[in-house]
Every structure is written in structure tokens, then in C-alpha cells.
């Protein structure tokens, strides 16, 4: 049963969107991108060359692909990620605590994925959800102008729905 689109609320992607991005150069090392996502607890995250421009979008899947076809170590460290639930956490625990083997070799740009899904800032919520759904992704980055100014994921247009 599909929800009928003209019952959602009447939000835009830049009702949406958060404006304080983590981004990631793409000649990181993979195990960076680890920590950083943990530590904003977070699973994706924008990738930026050295000019600061946008060339990809890395998440704790690409990791886990590419350390699976890699046979790298960090994939234990990053599943590690997944299994902690908050509720299961001790109030001095921080997730950049999460050990990261430093035995994988690769980098950002080795593991992440070039194509990018972006909408406008006055995308419809509809929009965003379609856009989410067709593509298998789990953000949209949101740009005015041609240019980048902030991220929707998932589950902001979940809450949305339940606003």
C-alpha cells in the first residue's frame, strides 16, 4: 500500500536538510572515514578532492564492500559500529573509542562511490522520498544555486513523516 504523497507534510528539502556536513578528502585512509562516522554517528558521508570539491559519497557499506573484496581487517572494526546500540552503551563510552585495525591499505576514494544524488533546496518531501526509494541511497545532498548547502538521509524524511 503506497502512501498517497498529497498527505505528506508540505516540507522541502531545506526544511530538511542539515547544514553542518562531515565530508571526508578522498586520499583518506578508509580507517579515518571509520572513525569519523563514528564519531558523528553517522553511515555516509560526502567526499571532497583536494580543491574541496564534491567527487563522491563513501558509507559504512562501500567500507564493507570493499574491505570484503580486500579481505581487509577494519570490516570487524566497522561491524562493530552496527552491533552497539545506544541503549547498550555506558555513559563514558564514545564511539570514536571504536578500534580501527590499521592494517588496511585503502583509501576513501578506493571504496567510495563517484555518483552523487542531489535535489534542489526546494525539493518537495515526495521528491526527496522517490528519489531515495529509485536510487537504493540513504542521503541526498541538497544544493541551491548549483551548489551544495546541505544533506538529507532517510530517516530525516522518516521523521518528517511522523512531524
Known sequence: MALDPKAWPAKTAGDLMKTEVVTIPETAPLTEAVRRLAEHRISGMPVTNESGHLTGVISIRDI????????????????????????????????????????????????????????????????????????????????????????????????ALLD
Open 64 to 159: 564493507l564492500d570493499y574491505e570484503s573484496q580486500e579481505g581487509g581487517a577494519s570490516t570487524l572494526a566497522v561491524r562493530s559500529f552496527y552491533a552497539v546500540a545506544d541503549d547498550d552503551l555506558d555513559d563514558d563510552f564514545e564511539f570514536g573509542d571504536v578500534e580501527v585495525s590499521e592494517d588496511s591499505g585503502g583509501l576513501v576514494s578506493d571504496a567510495m562511490t563517484a555518483e552523487v544524488h542531489s535535489v534542489d533546496v526546494q525539493a518537495p518531501l515526495s521528491e526527496i522520498a522517490t528519489k531515495l526509494v529509485e536510487h537504493r541511497i540513504h542521503r541526498v545532498l541538497v544544493s541551491r544555486n548549483h551548489k551544495h548547502v546541505g544533506i538529507v538521509s532517510a530517516m530525516d524524511v522518516l521523521a
